[in-house]
């Protein structure tokens, strides 16, 4: 396992939608061992495969209850709403307004290859979101809110 180099937003390879995943490899276990150690290591709640550099549909999650691997993750159901700030490996330093569901029900593979249901509200909904919208290309600033003045 090793700590893996996160790019940051203006690196183009965090603008491109990834590609399914079609089969267990060692190196995609490798690359979900990596992405865990990296996330850990700079302190983040989630992490995306194209944020090191990988376009494929993988992402680690931890929100303090246990890793969470998800591949080719996809988003099922939403409701509520909730908005809150919102950082990213991706951009140090930063932060914004977002809102995001309350809560999201998700399907993805886990490193098995099993399909798994995971629900998740607030912070979860929030990271689950959030490191989906990776996969596709899209950032939290592309739907941060206005601050509003003090």
């Known amino acids: 396992m090793a700590i893996r180099n996160i790019r940051i937003s203006t690196d183009e390879v965090l603008r491109k939608t990834c590609k ?22 700079a302190n983040g709640v989630g992490l995306a495969a194209p944020q090191v550099g990988i376009l494929k549909r ?32 991706s951009l140090p330093g930063q932060s914004a307004p977002v809102e995001r569901p309350y809560y999201v029900k998700a399907k993805a593979m886990d490193r098995e290859g099993n399909e798994f249901i995971i629900e998740g509200e607030e912070l979860m909904a929030r990271a689950l979101c959030h490191e989906i919208d990776h996969l596709d290309g899209i950032l939290y600033i592309d739907k941060a809110l206005p601050r509003e003045e003090a």
Not at 29 to 38: C, E, K, Q, R, S
Not at 71 to 87: F, H, M
Request: charged share 25%; proline share 6%.
């Open 20 to 41: 399914p995943i079609k089969e267990i490899t060692p190196n995609l276990l490798t690359l979900l061992d990596d992405m865990a150690d990296t996330m850990y290591e």
């Open 58 to 89: 993988a992402v680690v999650i931890d929100i303090g209850e246990g890793l969470v691997e998800l591949l080719n993750p996809v988003i099922l159901e939403t409701s509520g709403s909730q908005t809150d700030e919102e950082g990213c490996l």
